[in-house]
């Protein structure tokens, strides 16, 4: 375990580092001139900020940070990093030092370092002990400043499998028989910000792609990763182009799965339905919502006019929330009162211990009744942040013609979810106990995850 003294760091943090305790982290410059790139790389070792540019890069990958968020007020510059979707305060900036670790950025983004209004953006490849990163960088002046949100990716995704996920096996076997059938339709869905472009990669990527012949088609613009073994056709929306431009030719050469991010129009979801319907080919689309029942409702609505045809060809609904993974190193086991096991739906005797995550207090609390400083132990592996890594809950709603006739009788979710569940339909809200049954997240997590906001 690690040991933190409970001390403030005293000074200034643009930091006196010496060169040789800086961590060693390589940025490559999106410059194809290697000469020019060598000339910004040295002129940013020169500036004073570059230990601070150097260590907040440094300290967001080491906290496993998917996102770090500079704002630049008169005062300062407020700096935030995401950690397994949750924000988290580190020590704010001087301008001095703000201002200088910027330009060091832009610079190496090959942005204009002076120009602090218009919205700029790059992606800097980034190395750090031996793990490739890409770093998408934005900026943008707002009323009170200007903003800069850099989004941290591993260069090689790390999830690849359902399982990777955090999918049971069960439901894996299900999904992959509902990807695999002929003629039908199938949905991915989630609310926004809850994983559902690495669902659908990795989702895509578990159907059967060696034996059927996938296609995909994406706009342009969206700029969707490549998917292994799908063929991928562009149509440009900023043209007014639509899937129809290359579908028309593409159905010519008979593919069995068109893969399409988002059906765009009423004429596309129409004929999509009928190679469905009447050609046996499948396709498979995503949308935003709640729950799986309400991504279908929400599909119907948006074309109606296929409403019919789109609850007939649709197979199943997945659905999914992300939640934090208990760090294993430090969680802590606890025995479930019976009336806890009964509120969960737990049966008694299925579970014997329930954990909870460490959360040690606040640095400001680590003190004895004299205000001494205390040793506490910090976890190594998680930080003290009690949790390490997400995963995602998955409900998946398996349509037979019972559930189809309750889409198309009465399509709201309260009505429909009756009829599902008769059929054994598991909710987000079941599949999550059975989670926090397993170990793999806590209660505070579901309920933080699941209690819908207040509006
Ligand atoms: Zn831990």
Redesign the pocket.
Known sequence: MLRRKNKKAGGKSTGGNAEGTLPKIEFKPPIADKQQEQGVLIACRGMPQWPAALQLAAQAIKSRAEQILLDFTAQGVAVRIRVDGIWESLPPMDRPTGDGVLVIFKKLCDLNPNDRRSKQHAVLPVKYKGVDWLFDFVSQGVPTGERVLIRIEPKKPVLTTLADLGMRQKMQEQLRNLLNASGHMFLFSAPPGHGLPTTWRVGLEAADRFVRDFHSIEDVHLNEPELINITKHTFDSAAGETPLTVLKSLLLKQPDVLVLPDLVDGEVCKLMCEEALEEGRSFMTRIHADSAVQALIKLMARFKGSARELVKACNGVLNQRLVRRL?????QPFQPSPQLLQKLGIPPGRVQVLYQ??IPPPPEQRVDANGRPLEIEI??????????GRAAIFELLVLNDDIRKAFLNDPRPASVLAVARKHGFLTLQEEAILAVATGMTSLQEIQRVLTPPKK
Do not use: D, S
Not at 327 to 331: H, K, P, Q, S, V
Not at 379 to 388: F, L, M
């Open positions: 760090c294993l190193e430090c969680r995550p460490t976890c190594g592996k998680c930080g003290g942040r009690g949790y390490y």
